[in-house]
């Protein structure tokens, strides 16, 4: 583990951490946009490859020698991928950063002077914009038990009235001024690396999704703050790495795996059958609404999402959350879901 001061002692002010997997088509731009707008700050790029086959690790070896590149042989997912490149950062900060994603000149030597003068800021996101500048709400209060069935009650219009209502997201605030939030997106966290190793990095058991949620809840934890400032902004393709790649039927119901785990370390057997009961109800009212547009106007991706919330109501009605998580057993759907995560 290296300290903040022994960062300070090897010049190292920033590690900046990318976890590709067959990212061949924009790891070039995004670290081409690294090297040519960061003038200031002193930092080190280091690359985690999960088993890419289109080339990416030998693409960025050849244009980019001074990147070091970590291959891992195989697809750790997103925590444990990070983890490998966090665990060899030697940065007073670690960026945790998509390989979709263009930095805007200046934009990390100014957050990285940002973060020195809030020394209370545990972590800190930035302002980032799809590529045709429309924001990406990728600040987000904590998810809880009453937000989830505020979600499945739709009850998240009342925020505008009262914080206490959220359904997963700020209803008054859209990322035009500095405040304290709950997490950040895992495409940009700038994250304090003492402590960020301190953490031990990202919660492996989190696969898909709630691994930025859980690591920006434990560094609240700690005494820290979660902060987002619109001074600086990157722009972000997003869906790269994801749901473009994988069949969204499994996808949806790993997720929602990840959900269970994440309720079950905060808030134990009685809050993953909440969370069920949450979920039963919200999918239930969706799937009356979808049916009901699908009568008016049938379009495939309509059908599509209709056959996401089938699955996932018919998962969710079978499973037992406490067996899941405790035993990791699943129901079986009498159906082949296809592109699940094997291992866990």
Same mark, same amino acid.
């Given at each position: ?8 002692k090897l010049?190292?002010?920033?590690s900046i $951490? ?6 061949l088509? +924009?790891?070039g731009d995004?670290?081409r946009?690294?090297y040519?707008?960061t ?6 790029v ?12 030998q ?5 980019f020698p001074? +990147? ?7 697809n !750790? ?7 490998v ?7 007073e900060? +670690? ?10 000149e200046?934009? &990390?030597d100014g957050?990285?002077?940002y973060a ?5 800021a545990?972590?800190?996101g930035c302002?980032i $914009?799809?590529p045709?500048g429309? $924001?990406?709400? *990728? ?5 809880t038990?009453r937000?989830?069935w ?5 009850l998240?219009v009342?925020?505008?009235?009262s914080?206490w209502f959220?359904?997963?997201?700020y209803?008054n605030?859209?990322?035009?001024t500095e ?6 997106a895992?495409?940009?966290? !700038?994250?304090?690396g003492? &402590? !960020?190793?301190?953490l ?5 058991q989190f ?5 930025d #949620? ?6 609240s934890?700690?005494?820290y703050? +979660? =902060?987002y400032t ?15 790649r994988?069949n969204p039927v499994?996808?949806?119901v790993?997720g929602?795996i #990840?959900?269970?785990l994440?309720?079950?370390k905060y ?5 993953v059958?909440s ?5 039963? *109800?919200g999918l239930?009212?969706r799937r ?6 699908h &009568?008016?106007r ?5 059908r599509?999402?209709?056959q996401?919330?089938?699955t996932l109501?018919a998962w969710n009605?079978?499973?037992?959350? $406490?067996?899941?998580v405790?035993n990791?057993?699943?129901?079986s =759907?009498?159906?082949?879901l296809t592109d699940r995560? *094997?291992e866990r």
């Open positions: 583990m290296v300290s903040t001061e022994e960062s300070e010049g190292m002010k920033l $951490v990318i976890l590709c997997w067959n990212d088509k +924009v790891i995004c670290l946009s690294i040519s707008t003038h200031v700050t002193e930092f080190e280091i690359v985690s490859d999960n088993g890419s086959t289109d080339g990416s690790a693409y960025i070896r050849q244009e001074q +990147v070091q590149v970590i291959e891992n042989g195989r !750790l997912r997103f925590a444990k991928g990070n983890n490149a966090i665990r060899a950062s030697r940065g900060y +670690v960026l945790i950063l998509n390989p979709d994603t263009i930095m805007q200046g934009a &990390l957050i990285v002077k020195d003068q809030h020394p209370e545990g972590a800190i302002r $914009v799809f045709n429309v $924001v990406q709400p *990728v600040q987000r209060p904590i998810h038990i937000s989830e505020c979600w499945a009650l739709g998240g009342l925020a505008r009235i914080d959220h359904a997963g997201s209803a605030w859209h990322g035009e405040r304290i939030v709950g997490w950040l895992g495409c940009f966290i !700038l994250a304090r003492e &402590l !960020l190793r301190n031990g990095g990202f919660d492996e696969f898909y999704y709630y691994e #949620t859980d690591l920006c809840r434990r560094i934890e700690s005494g703050s +979660v =902060l619109p001074k600086f902004t990157i722009a972000h393709l997003g869906g790269q790495s994801t749901v473009n994988l499994g996808f949806a790993d929602e #990840t959900r269970y994440y309720y079950y808030d134990g057997r009685k809050g059958r969370c069920r009961r949450a979920s039963l *109800v239930t009212i009356i609404a979808y049916r009901l547009r &009568l008016f049938s379009t495939e991706p309509t599509k999402r209709q996401i919330l089938r109501f009605y079978k499973v037992d959350p $406490v067996r899941l405790e990791g057993e699943e129901p =759907l009498g159906m082949n995560v *094997v």
